[in-house]
C-alpha cells in the first residue's frame, strides 16, 4: 500500500494568494458605497390601514404608509428602513434626527408648515362625529353637543377643533391617547361623541358594532410626510415622488389596495400638480377657523388651561396621597399586628402592586373593570394612584413601626396600656415622626407620577403641556412653564415637611 | 394573716432549649425593699419579667397581691389589666416615650390608663419628679437627659399610677457612686405600708446595705 504526500508548489501558492489579495480592491471598486437607507419614523400601534404589524408576520409591516415610504424609497434610489416612534412624538423624533421622515397619517397644520418641512398632502380626510346609534338623530353636528363629552385623540386637529368647540358650544373635550378607547367609551356611555378622521371611525365601526358616523363633515384635513426644517432639499425631491405618484396613478392604487381611496382625492391633487397650495385644514362647521397664532398668542390662550390642569394635578395628587396614607397604616398595622393569614393577604397585595407597572394597574380599574364598573376617569386616576402607593406608603410605615424598640413598647404595657392604647399614643406617633421624611417624598414623587393618568382621559398638567407643545410646535416655552409649575407645588410641599421635621426633633423646654 | 405581697411557686421558664428558670420560689413580704442577686445572664431579669406579666413561663405560678399568673400561654388580656394595677417596672434602660417631655412621660398612664384629668395628673406628676429631684427637666425630651436624671424619671413614671408592687432591674447600673446612696435612700423612703420593692442587681454592697432581704439566683433556682 503506498500513499503518496501531494506535491504542493509553495512559491506559486503564495504568489497566488498575494495576487488575490491585490486583485480584490480592484475588483469592488466601481460598486459605490451603498445608499444611505431612508429612515422613516411611524406608530404601529396607529394600526391599519396606515401602519401594522402584518397578521400572518408580526415581524413585517404592512399599511398605506408603508407603501408610500416605499415609493418614496424607490424615487430616492434608497431602502427604506422603519424607525418606531410613538405617534405624539414623531415631530421631535425627527427633528432631532433620529428618522428622515415621519409618515403615520400624520395631519398637515399650520404650526407644522412654521417649524417643520412637510411634503404635499397626499391623502386628503374629513373629520367625522360619531355617536351611539340611539343619538344619531339627535347629535348631528357640534352645535347639537353642548354640555356633553366629546372624545378625540390629543395633539390633533380634532382636539383642536373640540377645544373652539368648547367655547363656541360649550361641549366638553375629552383627549385620549390612542384611537380605540374613545370608540369603546363612546359605546360604554362614558362619552357622548367621538370627533376623529374617518379612516380612524370607519375602521373602528368594522370591527365595533353600535355606533353611527355622521354623514356632514366637521372639517377636512390632510395627510403629510414630516421632515426636519432643515431638509427642505429632501422634502422637495419627496414631494416630486408624490406628484409623480398622483400623476400615474400609483398613490391611486395603493389607497384602493387599502380601501381608503375616495373621490375627495382628486381635488386636492389637482390643485398639487396644477401648482396650488392646498389649505391644511378647512373647517366645515363652526365660527372659527383653525388659525396659527403667534407664540406670545398660544401661550396666553395656554396659560389658564395649564393652570387648570396643574389645579388637576394637585388635587388629584393631594386626594390620592390621603387616601394612600389611609390605606397604608391599615395595610401596615395588619401587617405587624395581624394574624399570619391576614399577613400573607397584605404581603401578596404590597408585592403585586409593586410588583407590576402602575400605567397597567391604571389601565385595569380603567378599561379592564369597565364591563363591571363604569368608573370616571377622575375617579380611575385616584384608585389606581391611591392603590399603588397604598403599598409603597405601607412598607414605609410597617419599617417605622417596627423601628421603635421593644423596651418602649414593653415600658408602656407595663403601665397598664392596652395594645391599642400602645399603638395610639407611643408606637404610632413615633413612627409617624420617622415615616414624615420617606412620605414627604412620596408626595413629591406622586405630584409627577400623577402625569401617568393622562391614560385615562384625564387633563393633568403633564398632558396639557403637551398639548400645548403640539399646537405650538415647540418644547421650550411649554417645557419651563410646566417645570415652573410643578415645582412651586413641590417646593412649598418639602418646605414644609422640613419645617415639620424640625419642629418635631428640636428640644423642647 | 397573708402578709406576702408577691408568691412564686416552682416557676420554669426557658427559652429555646436554655432552661432560664428551673424551680424559682418565694415570697415578699408587704413593705419590703428586696433584692435578688446573681451573676451576668442568672436570670435575674427574666424572673422580674414573668412577674410583670412579659414572659410566658412552661410551669409554676406567680402571684401578686390576689393576681395569679398561671404557666403555659399568655395571660387574657384582662388578668393583664388586674396584674398591672399591682406593678409597676423600671427598666434597666428606662425605656422612655422618646417623643414626650419628662412631665408628659409621668402623666401619660394616670390621664389615659387611670382616666384621671389632665389638672390633676400634672400636678401629682410634678409632686413626684420633685420629690425624685427631677422637677428641673419636666420640659426636656428624654434624649436630653443624663443616666441618672432619666432614672429618676422613669421611677417616677412607674409610681404616677401607684403599684403596690415597684420592681427595678439593674438599678445602679448606670450610677456613679454618690448617686448610688441617693438611690438606696430613696428607695428606702418609698418603702411603707403600700409600696414594696423588688430588685435585681448584681451589686453586692448595695443590696447588703439597703435591702432588708437579699435572694441570690444560681443555676434558676433561689437561694437565701
Known sequence: MGYKLPII????LASAIVLVLLQTPTLSQPVQPPPAPLRWAGDPEGGAPFVEADPRDPSKLVGFDVEIADLIARGLDRTPSFVFVTFTSIDQSVDRGDADIGLSGIEDTLTRRAVMAPTIP?????EVLSVRDTDAPRLR????????????????????ILLRGERDYGLVA???????????DLV???????LLDHVLAERRQRAMPGFTIQPDAVAIGHYVGILAAGQAPLRDRVNEILKRGMRDGSLERIFRKWDVWNDDQRPPYEQVLGGETVPPVTALQGASDIERLGVWDTTKRYLPLLLRASVVTLVLSCAAMTLAVALGVVIASGRVYGARITRAILIGYVELMRGTPILLQLFVIYYGLAAAVRLPAFLAALLGLALNYAAYESEIYRGALEAIPTGQLEAARTLGFSERQVLRLVRGPQAFRLALAPMTNDFVAMLKDSSLVSVLTVMELTKQTQVFATNLGSWVIPGLLCAGIYLAMSLPLAALARRLEAKWKAPTR | MNTAVLRLRDVHLSRGTRQVLTGVSFDVPRAGLVAIMGESGSGKTTVLRAIAGLEPFEAGRIEVDDVALEAGAPPPPDRLTLLRRKVGFVFQFHHLFEHLTVLDNVCLAPVHVRREPVADARRRARELLDVLEVDHRAGALPRELSGGEAQRVAIARALAVDPPLLMMDEPTASLDPARREGLGALLQRLCGENRTILLSTHDEPFAKEWATRVMYLR??????
Not at chain 1, 508548489?9 to 506559486?12: E, L
Not at chain 1, 360604554?188 to 367621538?194: P, Q, S
Request: hydrophobic share 35%.
Open chain 1, 9 to 12: 508548489n509553495y512559491p506559486f
Open chain 1, 122 to 126: 397626499y391623502y386628503r380626510f374629513r
Open chain 1, 141 to 160: 353636528s357640534l352645535a347639537d353637543l353642548a354640555g356633553r363629552k366629546v372624545a378625540t385623540l390629543g395633539g390633533t386637529i380634532a382636539y383642536e
Open chain 1, 174 to 184: 375629552v383627549s385620549y391617547d390612542d384611537d380605540v378607547h374613545p370608540y369603546t
Open chain 1, 188 to 194: 360604554l356611555g362614558r362619552v357622548d361623541a367621538v
Open chain 2, 219 to 224: 443555676e434558676g433556682r433561689v437561694s437565701e
